[in-house]
């Protein structure tokens, strides 16, 4: 027994070394091997639906509003209603394909969520990114600074002139994804706070 519980801890140990490559900078109290072994878990999540709240403070001005996400692999369906008082806005389709719609204003494309959302509605906002980040994960593709709290989760992340932390965790089926979350850059604050987490796993 004691023999294979040493065993499960160099595998940790050699998987947790093995996942940092040189875009992630780690540091914090937590465990190396244990945020690793964190990161592969939520990793497989290719699928989810979340309801929450979105505050967003701006140089010029400031709002709240609600969220709803659904996310099917490549496939993302975002609403947002009452942030800056814009009314509703829906932004939907795959990497390469974005359409967002807004209340009374009309319906655009892009071939990025970000570029739509900064032509249309004026916000400067990391799209792409949040599909990692609000999983409590650093996007892949580019550096980053990670600072993990006791558990060996993200309690701090720094990427691409964002901040972002993690201020709250709650457990879900079996995964602990983030309740509560603050991202700062660009001129932005922006608050999320989710009521209603439901992962899924539909690549299996």
């Known amino acids: 027994m004691i023999r294979h519980l040493i065993a499960f801890g160099l595998i940790l140990l050699l998987a947790g070394c093995a996942g940092f490559g040189e ?13 690793q072994a964190h990161k592969a878990q939520v990793s497989q999540l290719d699928g989810w639906q979340i309801n929450g709240k979105v505050g967003i403070r701006a140089p010029r001005d400031s709002g709240s509003g609600t969220l709803f996400w659904l996310q099917r692999q490549a496939y993302s369906d975002i609403r947002l209603s009452g942030p800056l008082g814009r009314g509703a806005a ?10 967002l719609e807004v209340a009374n204003q009309g319906r655009y494309q892009a071939e990025s969520p970000e570029e739509l959302l900064q032509q249309q509605l004026g916000l400067n906002l990391p799209v792409s990114h949040l599909l990692w980040w609000i ?16 558990d060996s989760r993200l309690a701090r ?27 700062t850059g660009h001129d932005l604050q922006v608050t999320l706070v989710i009521k209603d987490w439901q992962p899924r796993q539909l690549g299996q």
């Open 157 to 183: 992340l720094a990427q691409d002139g964002w901040d972002v932390e993690y201020l709250r965790y709650v457990e879900q089926d079996g995964y602990w994804l983030p309740e509560r979350l603050r991202l």
């Open 90 to 99: 829906r932004l939907t389709g795959r990497p390469g394909d974005i359409t």
């Open 135 to 150: 999983r409590g994960l650093p996007a892949p593709d580019s550096r980053s600074r990670l600072s993990l709290d006791g």
């Open 23 to 35: 875009r992630e900078s780690l540091e914090g109290e937590g465990s190396p091997a244990l945020w």
